[in-house]
């Protein structure tokens, strides 16, 4: 029912007034509170207790979930912080096998061999090949990584030979080290260097202050296609340059960014220190080369477009003859010599290299340069007020519409080849992945790009580190739980047993009141405060 005081308030001054749910939305917000939880329910199979618990989202972008995209940006720079200035070998030497595991692998043995005999016998091995499945599922709970076999296909390579437009690079004998040289001052002080560097991709046209093209007619969008594209793989080339020059195992926590013009960017923090001029001889001479069936000519388009015959894959709509598979495509481009690679991509000549010693103002600069756009997707680049930033997006975007993405890109049907993996469906200019949606802007990879060697700790850990310090500044216990304790199920949405979301982040938001309080009382205890101020403190918590 209305309130005749509602009634006799004015519309423009109703509407002005705040919704109450966003204004709970927003409290949430500034108390690191998920605004959009997976309700999970939780069975204590000791005590038979079921409840339901809120658990965050884990989104890393801010248009998603701002409080858990912060605590994602905060996690990776204490990750890069930790690993950019070690002074220590981090230690990834596997542990010895125990007798279990050595008895899965003797039994896998034993089962290899079973089934080998039973297929030179002509038996049947369905029933083999299914438990021997089960046994390598196993073999990795029993907490041995990877497969038995190894690589079971085999891989394509072509000349490793250096293209002839490429500059020659210095190569060092590599040393079983992470961490590169120390030098010592004047004062007899050792500093052990470490660099930043920032990569980008070579010029398209000429662009304004917001990075749309002064003439879009000249502009090489086909080009800057390609190169979003195979950014990563450039990416990948560079650093294995980059540890043969250095002559180290070099160590690495890198971010893809994007620029004004839109193209994708790297900013990398480096273990180790080399010669500026090295780092932009190694970036002039890195260069990836995409051996692809070419993309010259649509054979396909418009309503001519190749059609899905069971058993036998897609065919020429007029011919009926079957298009060559991803396989026999490849074939043909390996046994033509005179053939060139679909694509060579490069990085541009701005290469920017800073050297940072560790605990400096420089340091958190970086560290906090590097996190500064994981919040945000690439296609947030864009100022949707900019009518010429719009256009310039809407043309990159139709450059990329039929340029194929990967092996399984339906837009390879276009060019008259079925995707690898081909099944019915498939319509070039409407892949799914990653590559083709706006807000990624042909660039598929990942955003945050980390060595295994990088602090000797994965994301998870990083993650029980801040939770172990949050519990000890609570002087809560770290008591270790039975993962057997516990059965959990997903609440879905419509379920009769959960409450409202504006109820469930009242009760989060009140929470963090009371963490955040019993903090502010420990602190002053800390600075022993006087019993009064403490007594204050614990009112305001109540």
Partial sequence: MTNTTDRATPRAVRMAQPLAREVVEEIAKQYGVCIRPIALR???TYTGKVETIDVPCGATLESKCPPCAKRNRQLRMAQCREGWHLDHEPVNTPDEADDYQRYLVELRADAQAWRDEAERAGQDTTDLDASIGDLDDEINRAGMRGDVLGRTTGKRSRSTRRRQDAPDLPKRAMSATTLGRTFTGADGRTFRPSMFITLTLPSYGRVRKNGAPVDPSTYDYARAARDA???????DRFVQ??????GFDVQYFA?????????????????GHLPRAEIKQIAAATYHQVWWPSVDRAVFEGEHLPVWEDGAGYLDPETGEVLP????ALDKLDQDDEAEPLHVVRFGVQVDVQGVLAGTTDADT???YLSKYLTKSI??????DDSAQREHAERLGNALRYEPCSPTCPNWLRYGVQPKGAKPGMLPGRCRGKAHKPEHLGYAGRRVLVSRKWSNKTLTEHKHDRRTWVLEALDLPDEPVDPHRYVWRQVKPGD??????????????HERQRWRNHLRELEARAAGLPNEELSAIREDAA
């Fill in 366 to 368: 970086c560290i906090r």
């Fill in 325 to 328: 598979t991803w396989d026999e």
């Fill in 379 to 384: 296609g947030d680049a864009i100022d949707p």
């Fill in 255 to 271: 971010s893809v960014e994007p620029q004004k013009r839109l193209a994708p960017h790297l900013h990398m923090a480096v273990r």
């Fill in 241 to 246: 340059n980059l540890r043969r020059v250095a």
């Fill in 496 to 509: 009769p047993g959960l409450d409202p979301i504006g109820v469930r982040l009242l009760r989060s938001v």
């Fill in 229 to 235: 594209l195979h950014f990563s793989k450039l990416v």
């Fill in 42 to 44: 939780r069975l204590d």
